[in-house]
């Protein structure tokens, strides 16, 4: 079977990424369902208590295409950019992340207000519906560290959240194998490049796209309907402003 990073690379022209607009969707998977079930879980018995008008959470959970997705439709949610994590900035394109030698894993930037969603809130979507965290070192058909399950933490305070939630998922029996989600901290976070950003909003008929990341959405939409919001905040609304 030819692995999802080798079709992404076929079909995404260098730097522009505009040659896979033109793969019909009749050569999609039928997406009667998503790759990977989604999960109904509680939310985090302990959360941050987060002051100022912006905060930022960093996740790693396969393919970014869909991990932003997912979270630009997050209520409280302002900025959401597909990027690398997790090793040097000199390995931080596509085609080197591709490579899985570089330390870096597919990595979304959250920037949230959290007077409207809190770090906890944005774990449970991520645990959920945002991936499969009992998956090592692949999610779905990506394989590779580079798609590794992986919550990047700024403070101590993150850490500490996130460490609790993994143990009282793992203790609570909601998953059917260990979660084995990494917890790593950020050193630096690198944007990836602009033809990743907003892929899911842009382009909804790629097959990948239809198979693997729809159904998240339309979980999310489902699963947490006091969080969802229709219109997604997308990276090059920002940057047209």
Same mark, same amino acid.
């Given at each position: 079977?030819v /692995?999802?990073?080798?079709?992404?690379?076929?079909?995404?022209?260098?730097?522009?990424?505009?040659?896979?607009?033109?793969?019909?969707?009749?050569?999609?998977?039928q997406?009667?369902?998503?790759?990977?079930?989604?999960?109904?879980?509680?939310?985090?018995?302990?959360?941050?208590?987060?002051?100022?008008n912006?905060?930022?959470?960093?996740?790693?959970?396969?393919?970014?295409?869909?991990v /932003?997705?997912v979270? /630009?439709?997050?209520?409280?949610?302002?900025?959401?950019?597909?990027?690398y994590?997790?090793g040097?900035a000199?390995?931080?394109?596509?085609?080197?992340?591709?490579?899985?030698?570089?330390?870096?894993a597919e990595?979304?930037?959250?920037?949230?207000?959290?007077?409207?969603?809190?770090?906890?809130?944005?774990? /449970?979507?991520?645990?959920?519906?945002?991936?499969?965290?009992?998956?090592?070192?692949?999610?779905?058909?990506?394989?590779?560290?580079?798609?590794?399950?992986?919550?990047?933490?700024?403070?101590?305070?993150?850490?500490?959240?996130?460490?609790?939630?993994?143990?009282?998922?793992?203790?609570?029996?909601?998953?059917?194998?260990?979660?084995?989600?990494?917890?790593?901290?950020?050193?630096?976070?690198?944007?990836?490049?602009?033809?990743?950003?907003?892929?899911?909003?842009?382009?909804?008929?790629?097959?990948?796209?239809?198979?693997?990341?729809?159904?998240?959405?339309?979980?999310?939409?489902?699963?947490?309907?006091?969080?969802?919001?229709?219109?997604?905040?997308?990276?090059?609304?920002?940057?047209?402003?």
């Amino acid at each position: 079977m030819v /692995q999802a990073i080798d079709f992404r690379k076929l079909t995404l022209a260098a730097g522009a990424g505009l040659a896979l607009l033109a793969i019909p969707l009749a050569l999609a998977p039928q997406a009667s369902g998503a790759s990977e079930p989604v999960v109904e879980i509680p939310a985090p018995t302990n959360d941050l208590v987060e002051t100022g008008n912006t905060a930022t959470a960093i996740f790693a959970g396969g393919c970014f295409w869909g991990v /932003q997705g997912v979270y /630009q439709h997050v209520k409280g949610v302002i900025n959401a950019v597909s990027g690398y994590a997790g090793g040097a900035a000199e390995t931080a394109s596509y085609y080197v992340v591709g490579s899985g030698t570089t330390g870096h894993a597919e990595t979304v930037e959250i920037t949230y207000d959290p007077s409207v969603v809190s770090y906890g809130k944005l774990l /449970q979507i991520y645990f959920s519906v945002g991936h499969n965290p009992t998956q090592l070192n692949y999610q779905g058909p990506d394989h590779g560290t580079q798609y590794r399950s992986t919550i990047f933490y700024a403070n101590d305070e993150q850490k500490a959240v996130a460490e609790a939630y993994i143990a009282e998922l793992d203790a609570g029996g909601y998953f059917p194998a260990p979660i084995v989600t990494t917890l790593e901290p950020l050193e630096a976070f690198y944007p990836a490049e602009q033809y990743h950003q907003d892929f899911m909003t842009l382009n909804p008929n790629y097959p990948y796209i239809v198979y693997n990341d729809l159904p998240k959405k339309f979980a999310l939409e489902r699963l947490f309907p006091n969080e969802y919001r229709d219109e997604p905040a997308l990276v090059g609304q920002l940057a047209a402003n």
